[in-house]
């Protein structure tokens, strides 16, 4: 495709891939048919390791050595109607339960039935949770921060 000049004198960028607010999504799969109530608003998750830098007398060189891997993730929802945060919040919150993974799908572009994203949370437990409603709106949101094992991201 040809590049026209603008007036300026520079070229006209092409268009990439398109991306529509409409059909981006971060939904959960593989959980209990809890999760499919839960209304999220926010999404966020981190994925830590521990590196320590190694030091030698002898010579000038630099050893890095991994500890530890781990991962923290939020979220934020509104209670709906479908009356299954406390279930949700028994199943994720009691460590006894710890076999269950969250798996974060993504999609973004014109297609809704494309996933682009697969984050994969292994043995998640919610550590705190946090209530509040406001009298603009009189929704009541909740918001937990939980942690977990390891974390796969595959693009799909």
Known sequence: MATTTDVFGRGTPEIGTPISAEKTRMT?????????GLLLQQVQVSYTQQITRLYTLEDNRVYFVAGRQQGQMGAAHVIGPAGVVGSFYSQYGNVCNAGGNFTLLGSAGCDINNTTLIITLERPIIQSLEFRVQVEDMLIGTSFQAQFLAMTLNDA
């Open 28 to 36: 959960f799969s593989g959980l209990s048919q809890a999760a499919g």
